[in-house]
């Protein structure tokens, strides 16, 4: 198969980064106001898709940031920003539910979490 | 693969990991021997997917590795060995389509590596 007509499958061109150029990407809100930055992404390495963005918002001079983990689909890319944006408000971050001790990989704080975000679960 | 009362899709619990995690990781052939490494992911921001890993190999001691991009889908994940398993050779990566100038995100050279490996581009 070659392609001088290439299916994009509706990717822009630029949207394929190394896992390493997505940490520390800005995230804002859509009218523009910077919520906080992805600190890293969790990936499940079984099925090869991103399941959540942990990300860093708060504080001041990186004092005082909060971590919260949320659901990739919540986060699109806007190649003009050069960031993500999310309709994720500071509020909802703040009132999100709590990780349990056993970290991410956790179904019963994964459920709650997408229901929080009023999401289906990414591995249905 | 083990599952509680909770809805895996089909995960094993330890599958999910940070993407700072992966990069290092020992790539192994089907019997066990080491392939190379991932040095990073390359992730389509846009859809959310894996779609290749940068896998590094031969060499000795870290000189003289050579690089080759290969599709996400070619790496199982196996627990046993805490590392990625692929039926790709190290003959098959001494002759694997080589990138063009415009880096991975080269439709073109995306469709002659899936060719290569007889697989489907990540995107369809």
Redesign the interface.
Known sequence: ???TD???????????????A??GTDVYSPNGDKVGHID?????????????A?MHFGGFLGMGEEEQTIP??KL??DTSRDG?VTDITKEQLDTAPARGDSG??D??YE?RLHDYYGMN?Y??
Do not use: C, E
């Open positions: 198969m070659t392609s290439v299916d994009t499958g509706g990717r822009a061109p630029n949207s394929l980064v190394p896992s390493t997505v940490d890293h992404l969790m990936i499940d390495k079984q099925s090869g898709n991103v399941a959540y942990v990739w689909r699109s890319y993500f991410v990989a179904r019963d459920m679960p591995w249905i």
